[in-house]
C-alpha cells in the first residue's frame, strides 16, 4: 500500500524533501514502527528522527499519536510540535 | 453558524473581521490580534503550514469553541508565508449575547490554536541567521487547562 510521506519544518530541512512516496512492509502498522522503519536507512534519516520526543505526527491529516494504526493510511506527515499563533 | 476560518499570506485585516462579529447581533465581541515581536534583531517571521490539514484543524478549533459557549459568530484566522515585525500574524474572535462566553471562547480559540494546529514559526535575523522557533511547554500547560 502506498503511502505519501510530508515532512515538515525542521524535519523537512533535514532530510532535504518535502514528499515521498513509500510502501512499508506490513508490519509496519503504526506511527512509530514507520519511524523506526525510516530512521534504520541511515543518514539524513536517522539524524531528522534522533530525538522522537521532539517529532508529531499526522495520519490522514489529523495529529496522531506513536502507537496510532497507520494501516491503510494514505497520506501520513512527521513534524516537530506545532508553533503556531 | 458556520465558523469564518481564514488561512494565507494576505495581511489580516482586523478592522473588517470585527465589524463582521460584530454584525452577528449579540450584545458583545471579544477578540485576540497577535503581532509580530522585533525582539532579538528579528527582521522576518515566516510561518510554514500544512495546506489542507490546517484548514481542517482551524475549523475544528472553532467548532470546539462553538460546542462550549453560546456563541453567534466564531472567527480563525491565521497568517502564512513571510512577515515582519508589526504585522498581525493571527486574529481569534467571538460573538456572543454576554461577554462571558466571548471573552472565555476567545482565551479558549487562541490557546487551543498554538498547540492544535500545524504552523512552524522561522525567524529571520538581521546578520542574515535564521532559525525554527522551538514548542514552549507553556503552550501546552495553557491548552491543558480547557480540559
Known sequence: MTIELLYFARIREAIGVDAERIDPPADVDTVAAL???????????????????????????????????????REIALFPPVTGG | ???????????????????????????????????????????????????????????????????????????????TGPMVPGDRIVFVGAASRHRAAALEATAFLIDWLKTRAPFWKREGFADGSARWVDARAEDDEATARWG
Open chain 1, 35 to 73: 519511524v523506526d522503519w525510516l530512521a534504520a536507512r541511515g543518514g539524513v534519516y536517522a539524524d531528522a528522527f534522533a530525538d522522537r520526543g521532539r517529532l508529531r505526527a499526522a495520519v490522514d491529516q489529523v495529529f496522531a499519536t506513536p502507537d496510532a494504526s497507520i494501516v491503510g493510511a
Open chain 2, 1 to 79: 453558524m458556520n465558523p469564518l476560518v481564514l488561512v494565507g499570506p494576505q495581511p489580516l485585516d482586523t478592522p473588517a473581521l470585527l465589524t463582521a462579529l460584530e454584525d452577528a447581533g449579540g450584545g458583545g465581541v471579544a477578540s485576540f490580534t497577535g503581532i509580530v515581536r522585533g525582539d532579538g534583531g528579528l527582521v522576518e517571521l515566516r510561518l510554514d503550514h500544512y495546506p489542507g490539514m490546517t484548514e481542517r484543524a482551524l475549523a475544528g478549533v472553532a467548532e470546539e469553541a462553538a460546542r462550549r459557549w453560546p456563541l453567534l459568530a466564531v472567527t480563525v484566522a491565521h497568517r
